[in-house]
């Protein structure tokens, strides 16, 4: 699967990869601000953004295209980012192909499996009739009874676009999301991965907890951790400079 991606700067390859429902656009402002010091590779998911759909959404298939788009940038290994199903995706290429990952930062999201926490999410994106769509707005006073959270509804609808037939549709592949999900919600597998790894939580984030600590530390007996206050699950968007900081630090140690 020939991934969707883009580059920016020179130096080190850095990937950088998005959550659920996201693209590349979600880490913009560090990208651009990361491409200063390394090359910043930024990197549509399957069946995320603008690259290809298919039916499997595995961690092991994730791991895979990156894999190959490694090989295809002829990249040996790189420093490895990822938020939330992003960060699972670098988990398990890190467990899988330890070679290929120098240093890994994990963003708000832990190696375990997780409850269903989208099931209003799927119910509301699934309610909305794409064929009555005429504006982005249209499509929010269709989610909003479903979704209150103005913020969650802006982050989804950004996946909106219009085709060439001028209808809207959806970037992402809802159907495959949706029936991979159970695939979504578990935990990378493999052998340790010895390199060097900094989970970062967002403070007000319920997504790493204490009794996470153990399957961390089995998997990542390198693992470092810090806390970004005041912030929930995007700190990225929500402190974008502190963030830029952390990730900086840690990638230059």
């Given at each position: 699967?020939?991934l969707?991606?883009q580059?920016?700067?020179?130096?080190?390859p850095l990937l950088i990869?998005?959550?659920l429902?996201g693209?590349?656009d979600?880490?913009g402002?560090?990208?651009?601000?990361?491409?200063?010091?390394?090359q910043?590779?930024s990197?549509?998911?399957r069946?995320?953004?603008?690259?290809p759909?298919?039916n499997?959404?595995t961690?092991?298939?994730?791991?895979q295209?990156?894999?190959?788009?490694m090989?295809?940038l002829?990249?040996d290994?790189?420093r490895?980012?990822?938020?939330?199903m992003?960060?699972?995706?670098?988990?398990?290429?890190?467990l899988?192909?330890p070679?290929?990952?120098?240093?890994?930062?994990?963003?708000?999201?832990?190696?375990?499996?997780?409850?269903?926490?989208?099931?209003d999410?799927?119910?509301?994106?699934?309610?909305?009739?794409l064929?009555?769509?005429?504006?982005?707005?249209?499509?929010e006073?269709q989610l909003?009874p479903r979704?209150e959270?103005?913020?969650?509804?802006?982050f989804?609808l950004?996946?909106?676009?219009?085709?060439?037939?001028?209808?809207?549709?959806?970037?992402f592949?809802?159907?495959?999301?949706?029936?991979?999900?159970?695939?979504?919600s578990?935990p990378?597998?493999?052998a340790?991965f010895?390199?060097?790894t900094?989970f970062i939580k967002?403070?007000?984030s319920d997504?790493i907890?204490p009794s996470?600590?153990?399957?961390?530390?089995g998997?990542f007996?390198?693992?470092?951790?810090?806390?970004?206050?005041g912030t929930?699950?995007w700190?990225?968007?929500?402190?974008?400079?502190?963030?830029?900081?952390l990730?900086?630090?840690?990638?230059?140690e």
């Amino acid at each position: 699967m020939q991934l969707h991606h883009q580059i920016q700067g020179q130096g080190e390859p850095l990937l950088i990869l998005h959550g659920l429902f996201g693209s590349l656009d979600n880490w913009g402002s560090q990208a651009k601000a990361l491409a200063s010091d390394y090359q910043v590779i930024s990197i549509d998911l399957r069946n995320h953004g603008r690259s290809p759909h298919d039916n499997e959404m595995t961690y092991a298939a994730m791991a895979q295209d990156l894999i190959e788009l490694m090989d295809n940038l002829g990249i040996d290994s790189a420093r490895v980012l990822g938020h939330s199903m992003g960060g699972k995706a670098a988990m398990q290429l890190a467990l899988s192909a330890p070679a290929r990952v120098n240093k890994l930062i994990v963003v708000d999201i832990a190696p375990v499996q997780y409850p269903d926490h989208h099931s209003d999410v799927f119910s509301g994106l699934q309610a909305i009739d794409l064929s009555t769509v005429k504006s982005r707005s249209d499509a929010e006073k269709q989610l909003a009874p479903r979704i209150e959270d103005a913020m969650v509804r802006a982050f989804l609808l950004r996946n909106l676009y219009r085709t060439e037939a001028g209808q809207f549709d959806w970037r992402f592949n809802l159907q495959a999301l949706h029936r991979g999900y159970p695939n979504i919600s578990a935990p990378p597998t493999g052998a340790p991965f010895a390199g060097p790894t900094l989970f970062i939580k967002g403070g007000n984030s319920d997504y790493i907890q204490p009794s996470h600590r153990d399957a961390i530390l089995g998997l990542f007996p390198a693992a470092g951790y810090k806390v970004v206050e005041g912030t929930g699950h995007w700190p990225h968007a929500e402190k974008p400079a502190l963030m830029t900081r952390l990730i900086r630090n840690f990638l230059q140690e």
